[in-house]
C-alpha cells in the first residue's frame, strides 16, 4: 500500500487519476483507518487530502459558507458564524463519535463513506448542500444528495473526489434541524435520522421545506410530498402529525440488528416531527 | 474455616477508604497488561477461524502457508493431539468439526504480522458445511441438527437411547408444589427468554508464549487464574506442571471471562514448533466470536400467593445453551432462582443445552441474572395482583437466618432483610415520579465461593511487608491484601507491597472467581501474618532473654505479656526485623488452606427510568443498589463492585445482546452494535453497603463480585412495566421491542400484559409445566 500526502488539488487529481488499482481518500480516517485495520479493505494507493489548503478551511462564499472536505466536526463547532447559520448541520456533524473522533472526523468522509446513517447527510441535504468534485475533468457541483449511490458508493469518476462543500446563505425566517435516535445516549449509529429545514414568512407560515431522512433506505430520502405538505401551514399540531405520517410513508427501512422495519418507520416521523418543531423555532429566532 | 469466630471489633485500617497500590500505574500508563510484553526474536501469532457455524474439516493443507516467507509454524488440532483432547482443548483448537462461527481451525506464527494474515489467506480448509442450530428451544428439538454424535443427556431415567443437544437435566426442590398451588390464591406464569451477553472487558485477550528447545517454557498473559493457565495449559501440551511458569499480567477486565484458556495453549504450541517466542492478541471481533460469552436462556416461571402476600409455591424450568460444549450452568439458575425467599414448596428443573455457539465462560453470578429475571418479574405480577407493594411482598416472605433454600443449606446469619429494609428506608424508595416513569425493584442472590489458596508473606529488614498472593487482582484485591496485613501487624497500609507472584513462586491458587479473592486470599494474608507475628513475637522473647510465651503483639509491637515477664521496652516490628540476622533469619509467614465458609451474599435493586413512549428510548433516572458485604475491607471497591455489576446488569437488560443471523454467523461482533452502556447512559449509582459479618472469616467478609449483576435485569423489567404498562419478558428490551409491546397494548386498555406469547420452539404447554422428559 503505498501512501500519498500531496499539498495541491491537482497533484492529488493526478494521484488518484494515476492509479489503475483500488485508490482511497483519506481525510479524518475515522471510518476509513477501521477499514484498513480490519481487513475490509486493502487499497494500493491512499491520498491523504488535509495536506490540501482547500479541504482546509471554511470560507463564506456567496453569502453562505464554503467547508473543505477535511475540516473537522471541532472546527465546525468552534465557527460561531456557521453555527448560527446552520445549527443543524453542524449538531448532526457533532453527533459523530467521541470529543476524541470530533478532532478527526470530517463531512466530506462522512458523505463520501456513504453509509446509509451517516449523520450530517441527511441535515447537509436538507440544508440544500452541494458537493464540489474535483478531477480530471476540472471541477464540477453535485446537490449531497445527488453524489451517494447506495451503501458504500458514490458517484464519482475515476480520479475524482470531494474537495469541499458549500452551504447557501441562510434565508430570512429560515431554520435547521437534525435530530437521531439511537439506543443509548452517545457513541452509537443512527438507527434513524431526520434533517428538517423551513422557511418561514413574517405570519410564521411555512413558504419553504425540505426534509431528509437517514437510515430508512439505502441512501438518504428527500421526502419531497412530506416536505411540500408543510408548505402553507403554520407548522401547528396537525401539520406536525401529517408531516409524521408522511414522512413515515416515504421511508423504505429494512430489518437489521439495529432496528426493524416497523420501528423506523414508526420513528423516523416522530423524530420529523420533532425536527420540524425545532427548526421552526429557529425560524422564528428562538434559541434551540 | 468453620472454626473463625466473630468478633466485634475495631478496626484501624481495614474500613478505611485506602488508595490503591496499581492506582497510578494504571492512570500514568506504567502498568503492563497482557499486550505489553515482547521478547527478542519474537514471532506474531494469528487464528484462522470457521466462517462456517458447522461444519466438518475434511481436510487442512497448510503447504502454502509454510512455504511462505516469515513464517516459522503452522499448527491445526493435529498438533493437540498428543496432550488432553478435552473440551477445553477442541475449544481451543477445532478437532474433526468446527462447532461455531470464530472456531479456531488453524493458526500460524510468522515474523511480522502482515506476513501472519498473507499466510491465514493461504490455508486451505475443505469444508462440508452442516446444518447449525443457535437458540435453546430449538436446538432442544428431536430434529435439531445434532452437535456431537455421542452426548446422551445425563440425568434421565431411563436414560435416552439416542443422543440430543441436551447435555444434562438437573432438579432441585423441597415440598410439594401442587400442594403449594393449591394453597394460592393468585398463581402466575411467565415465560422468558433472554440473549446472550459478554463480559465487555476492555482488554483483549493476549499472551507472549516462549517454550525453550530444553522443554521449559514461559507464559506472560491477562489472566484470572495463572495456576490454572499453566495446569491447562500443560496438561495440553504434555508439559509437566514445573517446567511451565506462567505469570500474571495486570489485566484490563475479566468478569469471570478470563477464567479459561483461548489462545494460550496456541501460543505454546506455535513457540515450540517454531522454537521462537509467540506474541497472541485477540482482535475485537475475536473476542466477540470466539471466547465465553454468557448463556442464553429460557425459563418458564410460576409463583403462588396468598391475598395476604404468602408465597405458597414456585417452580421453574429453566432452558439454558451454553455454546457447542457441556455446561451452560442451568444448573447454577435452578439453585439460584428462589433461593432469596423461604418457600415451603419449590421445584426447579434445569436443561443444560448445546448449540453452534462459542463456548460459554462465567460472567459474574454466571447462570444467575436470567434467573433472577423471570423470578422476580413473576414476583412483581403477582405483587400487582394481590395489590401489595413489592418490597413488603419480598420482606415478608425473605430468607433470613434458619431458613432452608431450596438447594439445600440452611443459612446461617445472612443480610437480605437488611438489604431490603436499607432500600426501603432510602429516600430513593419515597421519591416522586413523573410522567412516563417507572420503578422497579429486584433482589439478587450469589453463593461465593473459597477454595484453594496459597499466600506467603515476608518481613523485610526495614520494617516493611512484601506479601505474595496467588490470585490475579481483578478488582482492587492488592489494596484489600494490604489492607488486612497492616492490620494485623499493626503498620501503615503504605507499608505493605502486595504482588501477585507467579506460578513458580507459590502452591496452586485456584482462579480468582466466585468472588472469593477478599474472603479466602485475605483469609490466607490474615493467617499468614499472623504466623509472622508469632515468629516476630519469638525474635523479641530472645532479644529479651524471656519465654516466647510470654510476648504479646499490640499496636505494631512486641511488648511483655505482664509486668511478670519482665520490663523491656516494647520492640517495634522494624526493631525485630532489623536485628533477624541475630534471632534466626528471615521472618515469614506463609499459609495454606481450601477455604470453605465464604458465605453466600444477596442484593436488592431499585431502579427508576423514563420510556418515551414513541420512541421506546428508556433513561435510566436513579438507581440503588443495596449488598451484604459482611465486612467492607475497602469500601470504595466495595461500591465500585456493586456499581459495575449493576452497569452491566443495566446493559443486558436494555441494549447487550449477541445478534446471530439465520446463516448462524454473529452480526454484532464489535462495540459499535453490542452496546454496552456509555458513561452518559447511565446516572450515578448509589450503593448502599449492608455488614452482616460471615461467621466464616475472621473479619466477617463476603464476597462481593457477583450480587450485584443478579437483580437489574427484573429491576430495569419491572421499572417498565411500571412506566409503561408492559411486561417486557425478552431481553435485550431494546427500543424496537419496547416499542412493539406498546403498539401492541392498544386494544388492551387496561394494559395488564401477562408476557409476550411466544411460539418459540420448545415451548410446551402453559398450564402446568410439564417437568420430566424430553420436550
Redesign the interface.
Known sequence: MRYEAPETLDAAVALLAGESGVAKVLAGGTDLLVQLR??MLEPALVVDIKRIPETRRIDAEAGGFRIGAAVTGAEMGEHEELVAAWPGVVEAMELIGSTQIQGRATPGGNLCNASPAADCVPALAAAGATARIVGPDGSRELAVEDLVEGPGKIRLKRGEFVASLFLPERAAGQGDAYLR?I???????A?VGAGVCLTLDGDGRCTAARVALGAVGPRVILAEEAAAGLVGTTLDEAALEALAAATSAAATPIDD????T??RR??VG?LARRAAAVARDRAQGEKA | MPDQSVLPRQFRVVGQRKRRPDGIDKVTGRARFGADMTAPGMLWGLVLRSPHPHARIRSIDTSKAEALPGVKAVVTGRDFEGGERDDVSINCMAGGKALYDGHAVAAVAATSKHAARAALKLIEVDYEVLPHVTDVDAAMQPDAPLLHEDMVTDGLQPPPDRPSNIAARHEIGHGDVETGFAEADEIVELSFKTEATHQGYIEPHACVASVSPDGSADLWVCTQGHFMVRNVCAAMLGLESSQLRVTASEIGGGFGGKTTVFIEPVALALSRKANRPVKMQMTRAEVFRATGPTASSSVDCRVGVTKDGRITAAQAELRYQGGAFAGAGADMGAMAIFTPYDIAHVKAVAWDVVTNRPKLAAYRAPGAPMAAFAAESTLDEAARRIGMDPLELRLKNAAREGTKAAYGPTFPRIGLTACLEAVRDSAHYKAPLGPNQGRGLACGFWFNFGGETCTTVNVNKDGTIGLSVGTPDIGGSRASMCAMAAEEFGVPYEKVRTVIADTASLGYNDVTDGSRVTFSSGLATIQASRQAIKRLCQRAAIMWGIDEEAVVWEDGHAKPASPNAGDFAPLSLAEIAAESANTGGPIAGHHEVNAEGAGVSFGVHLCDLEVDPETGFVKVLRYTAAQDAGKAVNPDYVEGQMQGGSAQGIGWALNEGYVYGEDGKLQNAGFLDYRIPVASDLPMIDAIIVEEPNPGHPYGVRGVGETSIAPPLAAVGNAIRAATGVRLTETPMAPPRILAALDAKVGDPDGRMTGQERDAPGKKARDGLPDDGLP
Open positions: 480490519s481487513g435516535f439506543p443509548r445516549t452517545e457513541m452509537d449509529i438507527v440488528k439495529r432496528g426493524t416497523d420501528f414508526k420513528v416522530v
